[in-house]
């Protein structure tokens, strides 16, 4: 399977962004995907996953209640909504699809190749 990851662009605090990640190739419905992002000078962390066949999603803290994760299985796309976005918000988010439920990057094989989110304060 190939990611590809859209719809980064430039808000400012308090709006909304929806992301998109288009996957090629069939994603099992026991796999996971995720999103994931980067700001300059710091670690990709986790954002948020899905369980592609039940549907069962995962949050970071900081952006539980806020950001929306989902999936449209007959079209093969990821989704992130992103409400109430804050400067901190802000870095390239990437989208990513493994086998193994977890948070961690190294758990995720396949990477769409990033979209930057900028939030001006």
């Known amino acids: 399977v190939q990611l590809q990851a859209s719809g980064g662009g430039l808000v400012q605090a308090g709006d909304s962004l929806r992301l998109s990640c288009a996957a090629s190739?069939?994603?099992?419905?026991?796999?996971?995907v995720a999103w994931f992002r980067q700001a300059p000078g710091k670690e990709r962390e986790f954002v948020a996953l899905i369980r592609w066949g039940s549907g069962i999603t995962y949050y970071e803290d900081s952006v539980r209640g806020r950001f929306t994760i989902s999936r449209a299985k007959s079209e093969n796309t990821l989704y992130l909504q992103m409400n109430s976005l804050k400067p901190d918000d802000a870095a390239v988010y990437y989208c990513?699809?493994?086998?193994?439920?977890?948070?961690?990057?190294?758990?995720?094989?396949?990477w769409g190749q990033g979209t930057q989110v900028t939030v001006s304060s």
């Open positions: 190739g069939r994603i099992y419905s026991s796999g996971v």
């Open positions: 990513a699809a493994g086998a193994q439920y977890g948070t961690a990057p190294h758990l995720y094989d396949v």
